[in-house]
Structure formats: structure tokens, C-alpha cells
């Protein structure tokens, strides 16, 4: 039989209370029979022992328990289950005492027990239930948790994912036009930045499709991308300074990059003669300090598209997916600076 289906079947509500009942009905028929050979009126006498029983047992799983219990009603539930154990306890001495003669007049069944005795049958059934009923509801709740928390994961892993997705590709663009310009040229330098340009590409595609990338492979790709981006800034004041060891520490994928890009974008187009750019990186232990600073420049009318502004927010809102309460990002601006600050604990 399929798995699934198997499992559906157990976990079917009629086969759970069919099979809690007939095993119950086989365990009291035991107990009842006062030979090792079962006779009809052991069989009868446990149909009739059960009759005040599953008359509690409903009681308390379709009213008791939804109205007071799952209302967190606590003392009336309890005060209720106590009526409900004195009135099954009547209902099971009226059984043998009235009830039988009438339904079944030949047999001339007795009660072999005291009150105390069906008080402690009428409790032990309530009582199994009920937490019978809790367990199953704690493990729904428990499956419906993981159930939110997997379409929350993927959710977030969608969203990220569409994040990454949503780095500015200009740059390629921009960087084959520059190369371009080279190769006619026959500069020496075109296979150098044709390299770079692989590099960048390679980091992109294939690495930056983990969870978790190297940071020190993260600023590598950062240096290629500045590099490229040197060919249509010549004059610009560029300057990269990494200190720490990268080595060990990692950090989410294209996280650094948008804060790169929207300096050379926001700074360095329009203003060549006063255009720069620091990009700063430190590391110490999990704390990662990173900084660009740049120039406030005129941005170019072929760049006021649909990316305009997405850096920053790209960034934020990765920030806080990836790592809540342990990040910091500041942004400090004069009439002619721009300054991105980030703080990150990568533990």
C-alpha cells in the first residue's frame, strides 16, 4: 500500500475513534469476563458498560473541551468535567440497575462495582481523552507551525532571490562597450579587462547562487568590478582599501555590490574634474565594516529608468532578511558627498 495513502488512513478521524473504541471495548470485555471462555453475556455486559462512557467521552471532546477549554476557561472546564464524572457514574449505576432489565430481561445483569469504582472509570476515560484530544491538537499546531515556517523560507528565498535578480546590468553593458572601444584601439590592457569581465560574470552566475559566499571571494568581485568601471573613469579618483582577514568569514552573496554601483552612478557621472569614490572594508572577528563614499555628481538621463533607487533599497531590504537586529546602515550626506556606512555582525 502507497505511504501516503497509509497515511491518510491513520490519520483519518473515524478509523482513530473506531479503532480507540474497539480496543477498548476488547480490553473491558477481559476484564468483565469472569471465565477464560467469553460468552454472550460478557459481550453484552461490555456493550452496556461502554454506553454512559462514549456518552462522556463525546461530551467532553464536542463541548467541553472546544467551548472551555480551548477558551482557556480553565475552572469552569474542570468544574464541568467533575459534573460530567458524577453524571456518568449515575448513568452507569442506572445501566445495570434499571436500564438492563428492560433491554435485555432474561440475562438479570448486576453491577459488580461501587460508586467510587465507576467514579474511577468515568475519570480515567475523561482524563485519557482529553489529553489523547491535546496531544493531537499540540501536533497539528506543531505541523501547521513548520508548515508556515517552510512557505515563510521559501518565500523569503523567492524574494531574495528576485532581489539578486534585480542588480543594475548596465554595468555589463557599459564595461562590452568599453572593451569595445579597446579592441579597436588595440590596447595591450583588452585582455586583461576581458578577464575581469569573465571573472565578474563567473562570480555572478555560478557562486553567487549560495546561500553564504566567501567574503573574501565577495570583495575580489568587488575589485573586478571597480576595475571595469575604471575604463570609463579615467580621470576619477578611484580608491579601494580592504584590511582584515576575509579569509574565514562569510557573507550573503551581491549584498555589497548596489552600494558600489550607486557610487559610480550617483557620483562619478557628470562631475570629472572633482569626480571620486572610496570604497573601504575591514574585518574584525564577525564584525564587517564596509563604507563608499563618492562625490554628488549629474546622473545621466539613460540612467533615470526603472533602476533608479533600487540600490539602496535592494540593500536594506536584503539586510533585514538575511540579517535581522545584526546589521546597521547609516547614509551621511553633505551638499557635495554621498557616504553609505554598513555595519554587519557575520556570526
Known sequence: MNQQILVKIIRNKVV???????LSFGVLLQFFAYSDELHKSDWIYAGLFHLPLILAVYTNLRLLIPQLLNGSRYLLFILSLLVLILFTTWFLQFTFEVLTDYIFPGYYFI????????????????LLTTLLKLSKSWFELNET???????????LQAELSALKGQINPHFLFNSLNSIYS?????????S??????SEVLRYMIYEANEEKVSLKNELKYLENFVELQRLRVDDADVKIEFLGNSKKSKIAPLLLIPLVENGFKHGIKGDTENAFIHIFAKTEKNDFYFSVKNNKGQIDETESDRFKGIGLKNVQRRLELIYPNKHEIRILESDTTFKVVLNINLA
Open 111 to 126: 453491577s459488580y462495582y461501587e460508586m467510587a469504582d465507576y467514579i474511577k472509570f468515568g475519570l480515567i476515560y475523561l
Open 192 to 197: 586583461k579587462f576581458i578577464l575581469k569581465l
Open 16 to 22: 482513530q475513534h473506531t479503532l480507540f473504541w474497539v
Open 145 to 155: 507551525k513548520q508548515l508556515l515556517e517552510k512557505l515563510n523560507s521559501e518565500k
Open 182 to 190: 579597446l579592441s579597436i584601439e588595440n590596447e595591450p590592457i583588452t
